[in-house]
């Protein structure tokens, strides 16, 4: 199954500041995920990433806050905008496994705390 | 998007015995996949069953799918201490890939 690093796993960032979270897939992907894991809670996902074309975002996740990139087939990033300490969470990516029944795999998650 | 929803209950259990956690969702699934994350980090896909299986086994798990009920059980047996995680079960609808995690069991196996 596809390895996905993922990158930084942690930091602590000041209010008002951006941090941009990467993900690079050692094999190419079509679809991509992110999700956030607030503290003690289950994964929230944010916006489905397609090489090509925007990202398309759930209920409660805006572009503006949360701009996602993907420009080929192995790599996304995810930028968590203009901080709150309401975006300490964790931040993981994930991948549609290639073959069928493989499940997904996820990144090693981003660890947030924002200050 | 919340689709699977475990028993919120903490497990803890001695080594060596079984433990059994359980997960509902609500709406038609494609499939339905059960995940472990350690302490905070990324998740590891466990097993998953499609929506036209009953039972699947792999190793010391064992799933069951009961779609009339709309439920999920995930039996991990003979227990170890390297099995405390967080479990997560995941749904999968038709006509999308995006997974939908329920709340997360946590399990504890004491040595």
């Known amino acids: 199954s596809a390895v996905i690093s993922q990158k930084p796993s942690r930091d602590i960032c000041q209010r008002g500041t951006s941090l941009t979270i990467q993900c690079q897939v050692d094999?190419?992907?079509?679809?991509m995920f992110w999700y956030r894991q607030q503290p003690g809670q289950s994964l929230t996902l944010i916006a489905t990433?397609?090489?090509?074309?925007?990202?398309?975002?759930e209920s409660g996740f805006v572009i503006d806050k949360f701009p996602i990139s993907r420009p080929n087939l192995t790599f996304s990033t995810l930028t968590v905008s203009n901080m709150s300490p309401e975006d300490s969470s964790i931040y993981l990516c994930?991948?549609?496994?290639?073959?069928?029944?493989?499940?997904?795999?996820f990144g090693s998650g981003t660890r947030l705390t924002v200050v | 998007s919340q689709q699977g929803e475990e028993d919120p209950q903490a497990l803890s259990i001695q080594e060596g015995e079984n433990a059994t956690m359980n997960c509902s969702y609500k709406?038609?699934?494609?499939?339905l996949q059960w995940y472990r994350q350690n302490s905070g980090r990324g998740l590891v896909h466990l097993i998953l069953?499609?929506?036209?299986?009953r039972e699947k086994h792999s190793g010391r798990l064992r799933v069951t799918l009961d779609t009339s009920k709309k439920s999920s059980s995930l039996l991990i047996t003979a227990s170890r201490a390297a099995d405390t995680a967080s479990y997560f079960c995941?749904?999968?609808?038709?006509?999308?890939?995006?997974?939908?995690f329920g709340k997360g069991n946590q399990v504890v196996v004491i040595p």
């Open positions: 995941a749904t999968v609808s038709y006509g999308n890939n995006r997974l939908a």
């Open positions: 709406t038609s699934i494609n499939n």
């Open positions: 994930s991948a549609v496994g290639a073959r069928e029944g493989e499940g997904y795999t």
């Open positions: 990433a397609n090489q090509g074309s925007e990202a398309t975002y």
């Open positions: 069953i499609r929506s036209n299986e």
């Open positions: 094999s190419q992907v079509t679809m």
